[in-house]
């Protein structure tokens, strides 16, 4: 693997094409890995929509290198997995390798480790993406050991350059700065994309396609790990911050934690729901699933309410696929300024209040 720091102030393209090529000849046995591959994820029946970002992005590669899109789709022998399947034609495969066997009713790191590893060693991907989910970290991590190849995780920008390698950009020493990552002499070149860094692509009606079907060559008596029980974390299961359309979030502008009542009670209002800024959670003023930025969740909504939030750059690179900024701040040199669509110079502790007010006569 090599790597390519680039100072990055803000985000920036991928500057593909503009490194000198590093390229070595790539050695005889992966000469023949072709196409890119997106996994699928699929828990308990339910695909997590990053799966479909990634199709997205995933067909801008496939374009560029003229090869196809491949989804991989593994679970058990149910009509979930089935549909999964098919969905993934609507949002750009054009083929699906499909594993369904019992033992991957549940995710466990072993099995799904396993029939992945079996299906990239029979049918050679290129470039294999995956969601960076707890999931999806725990998955890539364990293939790109088993296959001895390069990961590049939490990606924020995917490109093909000249060479035709995956120039892989993610945030490094911080965030102060931006390195694209190559895997140039192994394959297949991953990466993880967290949920809501690229946007989801619309889906097109297309119910037919091609689908591979892999045999599983394991039993549940090869695997170790079992699953009693599952228990849903409630916490998590209440935030649905990353696919939220309307967004209102609090930062150490408020002040005071009693303040951040006025972020809730406005999203309260909105329908919408609530985050924050890392300090506020290194405070313990709110959990830490409610965090956004670089270390917390990307979100993409139509509307985003910052509120006393200074707009440093691990804060922005988690908000500004947002289509409609709205930044509260004293100072009229913020940084949340130079990207924000509409600005409110104003103490957040005396708008916040008025704004609840003002929706809650219009919307009632
Ligand atoms: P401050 O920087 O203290 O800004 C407060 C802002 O409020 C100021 O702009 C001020 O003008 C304004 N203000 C003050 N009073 C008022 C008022 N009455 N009304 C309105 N505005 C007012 N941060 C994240 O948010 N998310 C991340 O995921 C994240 N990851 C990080 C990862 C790393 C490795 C590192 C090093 C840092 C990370 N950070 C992250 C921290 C980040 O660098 C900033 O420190 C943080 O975002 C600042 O939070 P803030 O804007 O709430 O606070």
Known sequence: MSTAPTPAPAPASPQAGGRASMKKELPERFRNHRHVWVVVELERGEVHPVSWELLGEGRKLADRLGVELAGVVMGPPTEATRRAAGEAFCYGADLVYLAEHPVLAQYRTE???????????????????????????????????????????????????????LAATRPTFGGSLLC?????????????????????????????????????????EDIVTKVLDFVPDALTAKSQLAYADVVVAGGMGLQQQENFQLVKQ?????????????????????????????????????????????????????VEGADLIVAINTDPNAPIY???????????????????????????
Request: glycine share 10%; with cysteine; proline share 6%.
């Open 111 to 165: 099995a799904y480790a396993r029939a992945l590893t079996d299906i990239c060693e029979s049918y050679k991907p290129e470039i294999l993406l995956l969601g960076a989910t707890t999931l999806g970290r725990d998955l890539a991590g364990a293939v790109a050991t088993t296959l001895l190849t390069g990961l590049t995780a939490d990606c924020t920008e995917l490109a093909v350059d000249q060479d035709g390698s």
């Open 180 to 220: 694209t990552i190559y895997t140039l002499n192994f394959r297949p070149q991953m990466a993880t994309v967290r949920p809501r860094v690229f946007a989801l692509p619309p889906r097109v009606e297309k119910p037919v396609g091609r689908i591979v079907l892999h045999t599983v060559q394991f039993a549940e």
């Open 266 to 318: 406005l999203a309260a209002t909105l329908g919408a729901e609530y985050g924050g800024s890392r300090p506020l959670v290194q405070k313990g003023w709110i959990p830490a699933d409610r965090q956004i930025g670089q270390t917390g969740k990307t979100i993409r909504p139509r509307v985003y309410i910052a509120a006393g939030i200074s707009g440093a750059i691990q804060h922005r690179v988690g």
């Open 338 to 364: 130079d990207f924000a669509h509409v600005g409110i110079v104003a103490d957040a502790v005396q708008i916040l209040p008025a704004l609840t007010r003002a929706f809650t006569r219009r919307l009632s």
